[in-house]
């Protein structure tokens, strides 16, 4: 079996406009349990990381390298940061923000431009490349928006939440759909 290994340095980072460009992604899945009835319910849970000083609870994403698109992007950061696989999905859009830790040359003032995309696990990893310096909590959907520490990862969930809303409400009404069936990407 071979190591998973993080990429590191910021040689192949892409930039537009002074803002680094990230790509991340919102890891969920459905949790079965029994209601109080008896009967199975699919609870929606995300999974968040903590930052790498250990404050507060983020989204894994990272910088979005120049021999990789957007979508292998997100997925490799959800592998090295999360230790998730999973079935990525259509981006949820675009938010700036500015970063304390991420200024440069190319971005003094730590300007961040991030595409976020809903991704279906299907996969938890025991070991991955950054175990040792974040853990990974699965949150209920409520518990996930109060943890949100900033407007655009708040705007990333809200986003995410919809899309899978409409998902269901197209299965509903469609047997053929269903939230984990739209995937752009099984990375």
């Known amino acids: 079996m071979t190591a998973l290994v993080a990429r590191t340095g910021r040689h192949q980072q892409r930039y537009e406009q002074g803002y680094r460009l990230v790509a991340g992604c919102i890891p969920y899945r459905y949790r079965s349990s029994d209601n109080y009835s008896g009967d199975k319910e699919q609870t929606l849970e995300v999974l968040m990381i903590t930052s790498q000083s250990g404050e507060g609870l983020l989204f894994p994403?990272?910088?979005?390298?120049?021999?990789?698109?957007?979508?292998?992007?997100?997925?490799?950061?959800?592998?090295?940061e999360a230790g998730v696989r999973g079935l990525l999905q259509e981006s949820?859009?675009?938010?700036d923000f500015k970063s304390k830790r991420q200024q440069s040359d190319c971005s003094p003032e730590g300007l961040?431009?991030?595409?976020?995309?809903?991704?279906?696990?299907?996969?938890?990893?025991?070991?991955?490349?950054?175990q040792h310096a974040r853990q990974r909590q699965w949150?209920?959907?409520?518990?996930?928006?109060?943890?949100?520490?900033?407007?655009?990862?708040?705007?990333?969930?809200?986003?995410?939440?919809?899309?899978?809303?409409?998902?269901?409400?197209?299965?509903?009404?469609?047997?053929?759909?269903?939230?984990?069936?739209?995937?752009?990407s099984n990375l």
């Open 139 to 184: 949150l209920p959907v409520a518990e996930a928006l109060e943890q949100c520490r900033h407007d655009w990862m708040q705007g990333a969930l809200d986003n995410c939440i919809s899309y899978l809303n409409r998902c269901l409400t197209a299965s509903d009404s469609d047997d053929t759909s269903d939230p984990n069936s739209n995937f752009s």
């Open 92 to 95: 949820l859009g675009l938010w």
């Open 61 to 80: 994403k990272g910088g979005w390298e120049t021999d990789e698109t957007v979508e292998e992007a997100a997925c490799r950061e959800a592998l090295e």
């Open 112 to 130: 961040c431009r991030a595409h976020m995309f809903a991704l279906a696990v299907t996969e938890q990893l025991e070991s991955w490349p950054e």
